[in-house]
C-alpha cells in the first residue's frame, strides 16, 4: 500500500471502531485502510468507505499516519503491537501516531507507548466513554493520556469525533478514570435491574416505577439508557455484558493494587460473570436485569 498524507487507518472496526470510520470518512478525512480479525467485517467496511482492506496490522500503519485501534482486551492490544512480528504494527511505527481507544488496564497503555515510541512513534490513549451512537454522530466522550505533544497532535482528529475531550495526563491515568466511569456505571445497572426486578414481584406498574424513580433519588444515566430496556427485554447490544464483565474487573485490580476492598463492585462483577456463563455476554449489558426478574433466566 502506498501512503498518503495524513491518511488514516483502522484496527479493529467492530460496532466502535466502524462508527468512527464513517464519521470521519462523512467530514471527508482520507481513509487509508481497515483490519479486523473478522476478515469479511472488515471487507465491508472497506467497501462502504471505499478504501482498502488490509491483510494484517502493518498493512494499515504502513499506509497511514494516523492509526486508531479499538480491540477488546489487553491481549489482542499486544497482538496488534507484537514485538518481532512483521504483520504488528510495529513494522511501520516510525513517525506515526497511534491513538487506542479500547477500555484496557492501564499497564498495557503505558507497555504500548513505550514499544511505539522505541520505534520513533507516538501513542496516545482515548478512552471512549460513549456508545455507538456518539461515535456514528461524532459526539464521543474521551478522556486521553499520554504526552501533552502528543495529545496536541491528535487533537483535530479527536474534535471531529466528539463532543468532549479531555487531557487527563501520562499514560495510563485516562484508563484508570475510564475503569472507574464503566465501574460505577456497572454497578448503577446492576441496582436498577435489581430494583425493577423487585418492582415486578411485587405487582407494581413498571412504567410507573420508572418515572418515579427519575423524579427521585433512583434518578441515573444509567435508569434512562436502560431502564425501559430492562423492562421490555430489548437487549440489542451497544455494550456488552462481556465488556462489562471485563472493565469491572480491571478496576477491582485497580482496587486490590490500591489495597482498597470494593463489595458493591465485586457482587457486580459475579453478575455479569453469571450472565456470560450462561451464554449472554453478547447481549446488552441490560441483560443483567435477566438475572433479577423471577420469571426470566435465574433468581
Not at 479493529?12 to 462508527?19: D, Q, T
Not at 464519521?23 to 480479525?37: A, E, I, M, P
Not at 471531529?160 to 495510563?172: D, E, F, L, W
Not at 490500591?258 to 455476554?281: D, I, M, W
Request: proline share 3%.
Amino acid at each position: 500500500m502506498t501512503q498518503s498524507p495524513d491518511a488514516i487507518g483502522f484496527v479493529g472496526v467492530g460496532r466502535m471502531g466502524a462508527n468512527m470510520a464513517r464519521r470521519l470518512h462523512n467530514l471527508g478525512f482520507t481513509l487509508s485502510s481497515v483490519y479486523d480479525r473478522e476478515g469479511s467485517v472488515a471487507a465491508a467496511l472497506a467497501d462502504e468507505l471505499s478504501c482498502q482492506v488490509a491483510a494484517h496490522p502493518a498493512a494499515v500503519a504502513e499506509a497511514s499516519t494516523i492509526i486508531f485501534t479499538v480491540v477488546t482486551d489487553d491481549a489482542a492490544m499486544r497482538q496488534i503491537y507484537a514485538l518481532d512480528d512483521p504483520a504488528s504494527l510495529l513494522s511501520h511505527a516510525k513517525g506515526r501516531l497511534f491513538i487506542n481507544c479500547a477500555t484496557l488496564s492501564p499497564a498495557i497503555h503505558r507497555e504500548i507507548e513505550q514499544r511505539v515510541e522505541e520505534r520513533g512513534g507516538a501513542s496516545l490513549e482515548a478512552c471512549m466513554a460513549s456508545s455507538i451512537p456518539q461515535a456514528r454522530q461524532g459526539t464521543l466522550y474521551l478522556m486521553c493520556g499520554g504526552k501533552p505533544e502528543v495529545f496536541a497532535r491528535a487533537r483535530p482528529v479527536l474534535d471531529a469525533m466528539s463532543k468532549t475531550v479531555r487531557y487527563i495526563g501520562p499514560a495510563g491515568t485516562a484508563a484508570q478514570v475510564k475503569a472507574l466511569v464503566n465501574m460505577v456505571m456497572n454497578c448503577n445497572t446492576a441496582a436498577l435491574a435489581e430494583g425493577l426486578g423487585l418492582g415486578a414481584a411485587l405487582g407494581l406498574d413498571l412504567t410507573m416505577l420508572r418515572d418515579v424513580f427519575s423524579q427521585t433519588g433512583a434518578a441515573s444515566r444509567v435508569l434512562e439508557t436502560d431502564g425501559e430496556d430492562m423492562q421490555l427485554r430489548a437487549h440489542d447490544c451497544f455494550f456488552s455484558a462481556a465488556h462489562a464483565a471485563k472493565d469491572s474487573g480491571i478496576a477491582l485490580a485497580l482496587g486490590q493494587s490500591a489495597g482498597l476492598h470494593l463489595p458493591l463492585a465485586e457482587a457486580t462483577l459475579r453478575q455479569y460473570q453469571r450472565l456470560v456463563e450462561s451464554g449472554k455476554g453478547e447481549l446488552d449489558k441490560s441483560a443483567i436485569a435477566e438475572l433479577t426478574f423471577r420469571d426470566r433466566l435465574a433468581g
